[in-house]
């Protein structure tokens, strides 16, 4: 492998035997929208809502900026942003946090409001080992005009978005990793870069995913509506995405395999449709802090989850059994789905027998021994809950589970 990937490559050792107690593991988001880019809500108000709702973590990852500097917004702007009836924003900002919160100030005869910097909601909101504000970018970049947007955490400067109409968004996000990775060779702490929503404006194939070696992390959920996480007649969806690139970049190219993500994407929190509380992940961090958050991430110690929280992973990677405990909930019940691809499955377009499943067990304690000729292993939790505020119709509670297996 080429030495530009080792920055962002930690996955040697997490695949080998774990054992994790995953209780005590924190819960974020990753990806957020406020104000400072095309949210439409002050970030010190989505904060709060994460850390009311009990996110030990949460990236406001706003498009091709940090909230640092000075970013004035006049009011008509923020109200036009707004598409639902009811408190305006700053109505709101200020019934939460008093009067005198937001800075308002008139430029060029308009009313408007200096938004309030990262720093400023930390020093407000964070409570050490309790809620932590994770640095975050969305680096949207694209590539014939297709979107390839990657999310940055725990960066300290802007990476500016690399944006080409000549460029195909594989090769695009080639460079973006790329940039991403020398920068995380120089950068003072640890960074993490997941690619998004690859399905949205189907701007990403299972097989750019797979080409790409330095693409480790991506949304295996995202949950903006518009991100056409289900696929469709002729295209898969992100789990389908997930295992074609996996067994693609094992079997194929001797990759490590993608991890994936869950995320809220949300944009509007005044009662709108891409709303926040729909995907997060648990880390096994050591520490609720951003460097601690991302080692963590790095070696694979995380979940996705879109409702189903779970008590244990364990992989026995002697025996090759791998057994969840998942937490209990009154009257819900949960079927795990345990896949995988097997050696001999077909490498034409077909793509028939990749993402097999192997097994499906229900109860709280599922277990399944991997085959012999598995690739990888990885389990889907699904409850019989429905989603609270779903993206998709249908949509029940989920958990994703790192594959392993692979080597
Ligand atoms: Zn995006
Ligand atoms: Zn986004």
Request: hydrophobic residues 40%; proline residues 5%.
């Amino acid at each position: 492998m080429h030495r530009h990937l080792l920055p962002l490559l930690a996955l040697a050792a997490p695949l080998a035997a774990q054992d994790h107690d995953t209780r005590g593991w924190f819960k974020g988001n990753t990806h957020t929208h406020s104000l400072w880019s095309d949210g439409n809500d002050f970030p010190e108000m989505i904060f709060d809502w994460y850390r009311s709702k009990g996110y030990h973590f949460v990236g406001m990852s706003d498009h091709n900026v940090l909230q640092e500097g000075e970013k004035w917004l006049d009011l008509e702007a923020i109200r036009k942003r707004q598409k639902a009836v009811g408190r305006d924003a700053v109505t709101k900002a200020e019934a939460r946090f008093g009067k005198d919160w937001l800075k308002r100030e008139t430029r060029e005869g308009k009313e408007g409001i200096v938004l309030k910097t990262l720093d400023e909601c930390r020093a407000v909101l964070e409570k050490p080992g309790e809620f932590y504000l994770l640095p975050a970018e969305e680096m949207s970049n694209s590539g014939r005009k297709q979107p390839v947007h990657i999310n940055i955490l725990n960066l300290d400067e802007v990476i500016e978005p690399i944006k080409d109409d000549e460029l195909p968004p594989r090769e695009v996000l080639r460079q973006s990793m790329r940039t991403i990775a020398a920068r995380a060779a120089r950068s003072p702490r640890p960074i993490l870069a997941h690619l998004n929503h690859p399905n949205w404006q189907w701007a990403l194939t299972a097989e750019d995913l797979a080409d790409v070696a330095e693409g480790l992390f991506f949304e295996v959920y995202n949950g903006h509506p518009g991100v056409n996480h289900l696929g469709d007649e002729t295209r898969p969806g992100d789990e389908k995405i997930w295992d074609i690139a996996n067994t693609i970049r094992l079997a194929e190219l001797n990759y490590p395999p993608l991890l994936g993500f869950a995320s809220d994407d949300s944009h509007t929190y005044h009662g709108e449709d891409v709303s926040p509380g729909r995907g997060w992940v648990h880390v096994g961090a050591e520490k609720l802090d951003g460097d601690s958050i991302v080692e963590a991430l790095r070696a694979g110690r995380f979940y996705a989850s879109s409702g189903v929280a779970l008590d244990a992973i364990r992989w026995d990677a002697g025996k090759g059994i791998l057994s969840l405990e998942i937490a209990p909930v009154e009257g819900v019940e949960f079927t795990t789905a345990f896949i995988g691809t097997r050696k001999g499955y077909d490498a034409t377009a077909e793509r028939n027998g990749i993402g097999e499943v192997f097994a499906t067990v229900t109860g709280n304690s599922p277990s399944f021994t991997i085959p012999e000729d598995a690739l990888y292993l990885r389990a889907t939790v699904t409850s019989s809950r429905k989603h609270w505020n779903p993206s998709f119709e249908g949509q029940m509670e989920q958990a994703w589970v790192q594959p392993v297996g692979w080597h």
